[in-house]
């Protein structure tokens, strides 16, 4: 094929897809997907579940959440926790005014139950140097000097009236002097920092490494599957590679020049859209679909990554004509050129009149 009659190709019969279409048609596809991913839950949970028993894993992490002082509970735990399944979390999550005693029982009560060697155990004095960092500037506390004078170890009453905060202090320490560190926001906001990283400790613990292991196994089977099926199963049956969302759109596949896209295409553009999705789902969130969007929005053609893997377009089908190959554009070329101008058709019309009026 020669470089006119690419370029001819390419300027009369092709429009590229707009973005706002794309976009229409990439969020319905979307949500037929999460619709499909649900109904092959129903089939992918159960194995899931027998293989890596997650259920017992699920529920083993939800009674160490209620020991672990982090949330909140609709009931006060029994100390020998025999109604710990009659008590439901309430929020996940303690109220600002109750974070810094809840932040001292998960390390001194909760972690200290799983450590059966009694050197390992968390004591307040390393507490106070690890967790609340007294000694440090950015700690609000300060230790109580022996012998030294009475002194206030909280705040005015007058000043919590308006903001709540929690008034707990670890025996042996007091709030600094100065009011850059005893004000009720900074109060909040130091126990709210000790307290989340609290929160991330737990959810580091290797019950919930397991249950997060396995929920992105679930997570990444449920996606090939409803994925397989939205980009590639329907594309493979429905003209020009559409999706429904394509279809919805009058939106279709073309290859860069603009034929008909084979299955193989089809079958490399949908695997490089599902490594991309695993990509950014396992290594970097929204970054590799972001950079797709991006190289879209400033590429001539508006190819994404996958299309410029494929060597694919999306087109507008209400403005393009996809060609089975190059030798049908020819032929259609020559058929053009063979058609009688607008001159030589009325010429010949005229001519056909003139013999069936005059009798000739």
Known sequence: MNNNNIA???ALDIANGNALKRTGALLLDLIVMYLVMNFFWFAVHPIIDQVYDYSATVAANTIDLKKSFLVTLDAPLLPDFTNIDDVEITENKVPVEKMAEATYQFYTVFLNSEITDPSEKITDEWYIVNILGVGTETSIFERIIVDEPAGKKGLDSDSTETVKFDPFIVTGLKYKDD???NSPEAINAFNTKIYGQAVNLF???PLMD???E???IENTILVVLSSSIVFLAIPLLLKHGQTLGKKAFKLGVSTTLGYHVGSLTLLVRYLSFLVIGLLSNLFIPIVFPFISLTVMVF????KSLHDLIARTRVVDLTKTVIYANEEAYQEHLKNLSARPTADEYNE???GERFKEESGA
Do not use: C, L, T
């Open 348 to 350: 010949e019309v005229f």
């Open 299 to 302: 590429n001539k053609n508006g």
């Open 8 to 10: 001819q190709r390419d």
């Open 179 to 181: 009011a850059k560190y």
């Open 214 to 216: 396995v929920v992105m």
């Open 203 to 205: 959810n580091n613990r």
């Open 210 to 212: 397991k249950i997060n």
